[in-house]
């Protein structure tokens, strides 16, 4: 194991460990520092997320306007020091540098006001710019893709012609999905980059709504309103990662407050203490030194055991998170070729002694007997309607240990009987819904984001119906997951808000990041009231908690 005690680490820890585990009160303790945002734009502006920052401090801590501009960090969230104010408001920027200095038991007072920003276009997120951008939603859907590397700004503001995107997307098409703009990845398997021809009509697109022939965009840039009234009320902490290439992406939380997490752009596994803000980062072996190197899924067996998967390395494992002991079990080498992208592994083994997996590029099912070290292999989609292309996305194990299957190209559920083997595939009330991450509760009912169709579903296999839930506009859910009180939480690859959804009257609070966040999994924690919720963000390299005040 490798350990790295990471920088920062004051009297903060401190603070933060005495912090009691209800924050439903911090609306009402004394404030650090306070003030109110205004523009002439506007006055008193509501929604706007005003972060603190120390000097020196890995933690971040953002709280936002309410309806009269004001805003408040209690103080039991800053410990005295220096602090520089940033802000997220798009369309603004801050008239002029803020920072203070903070003393014990001495609150202080610092007012911001705004100004219109000069770069519009630096500030919309992906969400916003699918908005703006022209053309049908089918012209528009393959770029839900793009997004889950980098932002649309860099497609916008680019100048590529049709010949030049037909290049540009097969080179991209050939990189891993753990690829960054800082850190591309090609992937072994050059056919899935496809022949530059076959992208012609998504070139042709894609040069009308650039700078290919113009010199400005023409069309309008749109925005999201900024949140109001309950959407305001939460405080978001960040803490920053050591390097810009992790991306946490599969965030889970231990008994004890751990935060847990793979990372989509290294190989480690990384447990984050909060309360002292030690960072711990377990190697995980590279099979394949040339293949691409990041990990996705993290989940914990019925005895306590982290199971991940290593994608294009071919293989998955435990992680024993009491000695750190790892152990791997490969794909046999007959199938561990060039093609493999093992994501996932359904872990019901307490009932038959076996796990599953899939690969991503040929849409495999694998299972092991890990008694016997025997692997068996299934490609369910041919059970689906021929002549067109199918892909699963995840896979997950119900009380029988049969398996579900998230068919993400399409949008359909499958399940493959564990004793049979017989493939069942469900179609939801959406369609062309494209289903990506699933949770499983303890009737075996799935509840499944509806990544294209801004929607999580729930299906119930005791009545074969689906029962799905609007999520706003342009969401894109990732993962979605009911907490102890029966709200939905929902991660969001475009927007930079964590949706929280109250399915008996649809009524939802959008909780804006500080930061371009391009979340993935959530993992919440039923144990704080109000319910809080934790997140990866992807491109930002931070851990991020979400603490709603109300």
């Known amino acids: 194991m490798k350990f790295l005690s990471m920088l920062g680490v004051t009297a903060l820890a401190a603070v933060l460990a005495q912090a009691a585990p209800s924050i439903a009160s911090a609306k009402d303790l004394p404030a650090a520092i306070t003030g109110q945002v205004t523009s002439d734009a506007e006055g008193a502006m509501e929604g706007v997320v005003v972060t603190a920052h120390k000097d020196g401090s890995i933690v971040s801590v953002s709280v936002t306007t309410d309806k009269t501009g004001h805003y408040a960090f209690p103080e039991n969230r800053l410990e005295p020091g220096h602090y520089t104010l940033s802000i997220r408001a798009v369309g603004y920027d801050l008239a002029a540098p803020a920072a203070t200095e903070l003393a014990a038991d001495d609150p202080v007072v610092v007012n911001l006001k705004l100004a219109p920003t000069k770069d519009l276009p630096a500030q919309l997120t992906n969400a916003e710019w699918m908005m703006s951008i022209p053309g049908t939603e089918e012209q528009k859907a393959f770029l839900l893709d793009c997004t889950s590397c980098h932002t649309m700004e860099r497609i916008v503001l680019s100048t590529h012609d049709v010949n030049e995107w037909m290049q540009v997307i097969s080179r991209m098409k050939g990189y891993g999905a753990v690829s960054q703009p800082i850190k591309p990845q090609p992937m072994l398997d050059r056919s899935r980059a496809g ?18 022939e113009v010199d400005h965009w023409a069309y309008a840039l749109k925005t999201l309103p900024r949140p109001t009234g309950v959407s305001t009320r939460a405080i978001v902490t960040e803490y920053s990662l050591p390097r810009k290439t992790i991306e946490p992406h599969d965030i889970i939380l231990d008994k004890d407050g751990n935060v847990w997490y793979t990372d989509f752009g290294e190989q480690f596994i990384s ?28 989940e914990f067996d019925k005895e306590g055991q982290l199971w991940f998967d290593t994608m294009y390395q071919g293989a998955i494992g435990t992680l024993d998170p009491k000695t750190g002991a790892i152990k791997y079990y490969p794909l046999p080498p007959q199938w561990n070729d060039n093609t493999v992208q093992l994501n996932f592994v359904g872990l019901r083994h307490d009932v038959d002694g076996k796990v ?9 099912i694998f299972r092991l007997d890990l008694a016997t070290g025997k692997w068996e292999k299934f490609h369910p989609t041919d059970a689906l309607p021929p002549g067109h292309h199918y892909g699963i996305y995840q896979v997950i194990s119900d009380s029988h240990n049969n398996l579900w299957l998230a068919e993400f190209d399409d949008g359909h559920l499958g399940k493959i009987d564990a004793k049979t083997l017989q493939v069942t595939w469900y179609a939801p009330p959406t369609p062309h819904a494209r289903l990506r991450r699933m949770e499983i509760d303890n009737q075996d009912r799935i509840t499944v984001t509806e990544y294209r169709g801004d929607k999580v579903a729930v299906f119930d296999p005791k009545t074969d119906k689906f029962t799905e839930y609007d999520l706003p506009p342009y969401t894109y859910p990732y993962r979605a997951e009911f907490d102890k009180n029966g709200d939905l939480w929902a991660s969001t690859m475009s927007t930079d808000r964590v949706v929280r959804v109250d399915p008996k009257t649809g009524a939802t609070a959008q909780f804006l990041m500080p930061s371009d966040t391009n979340m993935r999994t959530v993992a919440i924690d039923n144990r704080t009231a109000p319910v809080s919720f934790w997140v990866g963000s992807n491109h930002d390299h931070t851990l991020v908690k979400v603490e709603p005040l109300k």
């Open 195 to 212: 022949t530059p021809e076959q992208y012609r009509k998504a070139a042709e697109y894609l040069a009308t709504i650039n700078l290919s």
């Open 356 to 364: 599953w997996t899939k690969s991503v590029g040929t849409a495999d």
């Open 271 to 298: 447990k984050f203490d909060p309360k002292t803000l030690k960072l711990t980062e377990y190697p995980i072996k590279t099979f394949k030194p040339d293949a691409p190197v990041g990990l996705l899924s993290l």
